[in-house]
């Protein structure tokens, strides 16, 4: 057999040293090829069934629907190689170098491919079930609807690599490198990713049931509509993540990082968020029903410097379905272009004193009416953001009056010191800046293009984040029509109404 074996070798060497590169259909199986070199030949459906191919040169080959199964291939050069719908089935490819090949449709069930140079691969539609890939390279290579399901992936680096609606069930990525890959629609239920690296990754769609992300690195990775129903996130890095609309359904996040996650319309029912960071993330738009949740990190560094503790599940579900404060102007008139670009410089100046109004307002135009809204996540911003929004218009002075006397009776009022302090403190900061906008407006804002919008009568509300709302100034001619102008006088709330106010707050402790 041995001598038949070398027969087989000392022919093909023969033939590839003479020229001929076409072995299309040859049967090879069981023989003795390593350390060949048979670079750029042509072995279409070829058979190496339980070849020994170690050590091989086989860079650019085609080898197409060939048959490998069993066969040894540890530390063969594959590189740019042609394999589409080959079998490699239980094979030994420990170190080989499979750069730029193209595997598409192939089947590596169960095969060896530790410590294996796998960039640039295309493996798209290939069949790796349960396929050792243990501190493999796969730099940008293409996974996308791989079955990868029971695959050993520990330690593996696969950054920028497409594994796009790849199956990863119950796959083993322990400590895996997978920063930017894309996994979009892959199911990766039970799968095994303590320590993952999947920072920036695309997970958007993915099943991720069950899986075990504790200590997992997702920082800035698009969650959105992701699946981590009954998911371990204990520890896990999700800051700057988009978990828009995912499902957290009886996940574990104890001390998870969200420090500026973006998870409306995500459902937390059942889950436990206990010690989680929540700097700078929206306490509204999710379902927290049934959570498990003792105290809460709000401080910027999630360094514990601020901590939300809860005494009853109550307090942390309130906590959590937070409804933001709005300041609203209500303007008499319909906007025009004009006023929507002078309101757009002016709010854009305006944001660089007061960081709080970062955001732009929502601008709804009625039937007669045009209506500015500004969220804010703390109420305290309400009564300076109030002071500041209404700069571009003629009521500003008039407004601005009100909202300092209200600061006054504010103050006086026999409530938690601590919750009026928050807001006087912000307000005074607004206004210490007052002069500083005023100079940049008049500067970025030519007084005399302003159009009749900014002239037309004014209304600014004052909605608490515990729906309280508030008038602090409306003109006396606000609402009117037509020439029938009774003076009247707006006169500012007190007693009882700005009692109700400050105690809709929702304010850290």
Not at 294 to 304: F, H, I, K, L
Not at 312 to 326: A, D, I, R, Y
Not at 340 to 356: D, F, G, P, V
């Amino acid at each position: 057999m041995e001598a038949e074996e070398l027969l087989k070798r000392f022919e093909l060497v023969k033939r590839y040293t003479e020229g001929d590169r076409d072995f299309t259909g040859i049967n090879l199986n069981e023989a003795n090829l390593s350390r060949i070199n048979l670079s750029q030949s042509i072995l279409r459906r070829a058979s190496l069934f339980v070849t020994n191919i170690s050590g091989a040169n086989l860079s650019e080959t085609d080898l197409s629907e060939a048959n490998l199964n069993v066969a040894r291939l540890s530390s063969v050069n594959l590189s740019r190689a042609i394999l589409n719908g080959a079998t490699l089935n239980v094979a030994n490819l420990v170190k080989a170098d499979l750069s730029g090949a193209q595997l598409i449709g192939a089947s590596l069930i169960r095969a060896e491919l530790v410590r294996c140079e796998l960039s640039q691969t295309n493996f798209s539609g290939a069949n790796l079930t349960e396929a050792d890939l243990r501190e493999v390279k796969l730099t940008q290579a293409n996974l996308c609807g791989a079955n990868l399901s029971g695959a050993n992936l520990r330690g593996a680096s696969a950054s920028s690599a497409n594994f796009q609606q790849a199956n990863l069930h119950g796959a083993d990525l322990t400590k895996a490198e997978l920063n930017g890959v894309n996994l979009i629609n892959a199911d990766m239920r039970q799968a095994s990713l303590q320590q993952v690296n999947l920072s920036g990754a695309s997970l958007s769609g993915a099943n991720l049931k069950w899986a075990d992300l504790s200590g997992a690195n997702l920082n800035g990775a698009d969650l959105s509509d992701a699946k981590f129903s009954g998911a371990n996130l204990n520890g896990a890095d999700l800051s700057n993540t988009n978990l828009a609309n995912a499902s957290l359904v009886h996940a574990d996040l104890t001390e998870t990082n969200l420090i500026n996650a973006d998870w409306l319309g995500a459902d937390l029912t059942g889950a436990t968020l206990t010690g989680a960071k929540l700097y700078f993330v929206p306490r509204f738009g999710i379902v927290a029903d049934d959570i498990t949740c003792e105290w809460v990190d709000m401080s910027p560094a999630g360094d514990r410097t601020q901590i939300q503790q809860f005494n009853w599940p109550s307090e942390s579900k309130k906590f959590l379905n937070h409804t933001p404060g709005l300041v609203q102007i209500v303007v008499d008139a319909l906007l025009d272009h004009s006023a929507n670009s002078t309101l757009a410089t002016a709010y854009s100046e305006i944001a660089r004193h007061y960081r709080a109004m970062s955001c732009p307002p929502n601008i709804e135009v009625g039937y007669r009416r045009t209506t500015l809204t500004f969220k804010f996540d703390s109420d305290e911003h309400l009564l300076p953001a109030a002071f500041l929004a209404i700069l571009p218009f003629n009521d500003a002075v008039e407004t601005q009056k009100n909202i300092v006397a209200l600061s006054k009776i504010i103050a006086s009022q026999n409530l938690d010191k601590k919750r009026i302090v928050q807001l006087c403190k912000a307000l005074n900061a607004a206004r210490n800046n007052l002069n500083e906008v005023i100079k940049m407006l008049l500067t970025a804002l030519n007084p005399g293009q302003q159009t009749k919008f900014f002239q037309s009568p004014t209304q600014t509300i004052l909605i608490s984040s515990g729906q309280e709302s508030l008038i602090v100034q409306s003109h006396q001619n606000f609402g009117r029509r037509g020439g029938n102008n009774q003076e009247s006088k707006f006169s500012l709330p007190v007693g009882e109404k700005v009692v109700d106010f400050l105690a809709s707050f929702d304010y850290l402790d």
